[in-house]
């Protein structure tokens, strides 16, 4: 298969989505990036073959770079205690994954993140995870944790050093490129946003402040990786709730990533924690997840406040591309568009939009060969209906999966 694909996608073609790019001296065959979805593959929190082979499918697809999606800098970064955590002892796993990838022609971003204070992590090393400021951690209601803490001066010293050291950890495994979670509501965008960060130090307040963490963070990847590796960014471009980060604080964000350094920003929108529906449009997951959620307590609260956490908003192609624009207006470094393309006519739409590369989540769960499908009819248009069940696969055992298309 990999040899098809190497013909496939060595025709030389001008600013369309089959054509080659770099990305900081990275060469990507073409213009598909896996986006991070978490794949619950990592039992205890170790790659297994389950991850290598879904991850080997897209590869065999025909995707330029795939994403490890939510690979925690350190053990208290993590949601769940089945996610992974950047650590020696899943050298031999990750070096496995990466190596079988990269011999079937496809590079390996890793996605790095911290939940901050929004966990369920059984094995959590204290009593409480840790947000910018004390608050709700409804995501722990389940497992008598409602409440995070706030971190402390030194918590936070920890916290750089944690992705220092997991980037350069990541690094020596064998990753090609690096994706800085700093959206969707997780530990750094708890900074960023005026509606969770309510510190009294200058790690909060004014704009200055709440980006001192995710720019330190960035600064000390960019120190352990060196200048000549790919750094991404993901970010929200809206929080989606009233007193958050919105539309005009993501170019304000995006600009000061931009100057520091990043090589490519990632423009998704919403917050797990508080409004979750904007990231991926389509059918609501409430239903989804009153269906598969195990505690009685959480079914209950859900039951409670679903309806105002989990609101309709309908699909429609490219429903970030307007808000996309501004960011691509405000900045020099690379434009990776998420949300919604799922056709060759949106594809070509970003393209002629002067995006760089674009990144698929769901649709390469219906349509794991969707490069090579693409490539090879001008009309493809994916089979994802955006129904969103895939979402409710999060914590299925058999890990994340389209439930309407097995293959
Ligand atoms: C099952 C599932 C899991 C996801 N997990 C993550 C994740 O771990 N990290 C992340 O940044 N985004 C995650 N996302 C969001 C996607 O990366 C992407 O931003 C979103 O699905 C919109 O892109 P799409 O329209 O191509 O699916 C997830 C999405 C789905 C459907």
Redesign the pocket.
């Known amino acids: 298969m990999s040899g098809t694909q190497t013909d496939i996608f060595a025709q030389d073609y001008t600013k369309d989505c089959f054509s080659a790019a770099a990305i900081n001296g990275l060469q990507l065959k073409n213009r598909f990036i896996k986006?991070?979805?978490?794949e619950n593959m990592t039992p205890s929190g170790t790659p297994s073959q389950q991850l290598n082979d879904f991850h080997g499918t897209l590869a065999d697809g025909g995707i330029a770079m795939t994403t490890l999606?939510?690979c925690a800098v350190e053990m208290d970064g993590r949601l769940n205690e089945n996610m992974m955590y950047m650590h020696e002892d899943i050298r031999p796993q990750l070096n496995e994954l990466i190596d079988d990838l990269h011999a079937r022609g496809t590079k390996v971003s890793g996605?790095m993140?911290h939940c901050g204070g929004f966990s369920k992590n059984r094995e959590l090393s204290r009593r409480r995870p840790l947000g910018p400021s004390f608050g709700l951690n409804g995501l722990g209601l389940s497992r008598g944790m409602l409440f995070c803490d706030a971190m402390t001066t030194k918590d936070i010293k920890n916290l750089i050093t944690s992705y220092r050291e997991a980037a350069a950890f990541m690094k020596s495994v064998g990753f090609d490129a690096l994706e800085i979670?700093f959206?969707?509501g997780y530990g750094l965008c708890q900074f960023m946003s005026p509606k969770t960060n309510k510190r009294k130090d200058n790690y909060g307040g004014s704009f200055e402040n709440r980006m001192r963490l995710p720019l330190q963070v960035l600064a000390a990847v960019r120190d352990a990786v060196g200048s000549n590796f790919p750094l991404l960014a993901?970010i929200s471009m809206t929080e989606g709730v009233r007193g958050g980060l919105h539309y005009d604080d993501a170019v304000e964000i995006s600009k000061l990533l931009d100057e520091a350094g990043i090589d490519g920003i990632?423009t998704?929108g919403g917050t797990s924690t508080m409004n979750p529906m904007i990231?991926?449009?389509g059918g609501n997951i409430l239903p989804g997840m009153l269906r598969t959620e195990e505690s009685r307590l959480m079914r209950f609260a859900l039951r409670l406040m679903g309806k105002s956490m989990f609101k309709d908003y309908p699909y429609h192609e490219l429903?970030f591309l307007e808000q996309a624009k501004r960011i691509r207006d405000a900045v020099s470094c690379k434009m990776i568009y998420?949300?919604?393309?799922?056709s060759n006519a949106s594809f070509t739409t970003l393209m002629e939009q002067g995006f760089d590369f674009i990144?698929?989540?769901?649709?390469?769960?219906s349509d794991p060969d969707l490069p090579l499908r693409a490539k090879m009819d001008t009309g493809f248009v994916s089979r994802?209906t955006?129904c969103?069940d895939?979402?409710s696969?999060?914590e299925s055992p058999n890990g994340?999966h389209c439930t309407q298309f097995s293959s």
């Open positions: 986006a991070g979805t978490f999606g939510y996605q993140g979670h959206g969707h993901k990632i998704s990231m991926f449009r429903y998420v949300g919604g393309a799922s990144q698929l989540g769901r649709t390469l769960l994802c955006h969103n895939c979402v696969t999060i994340i």
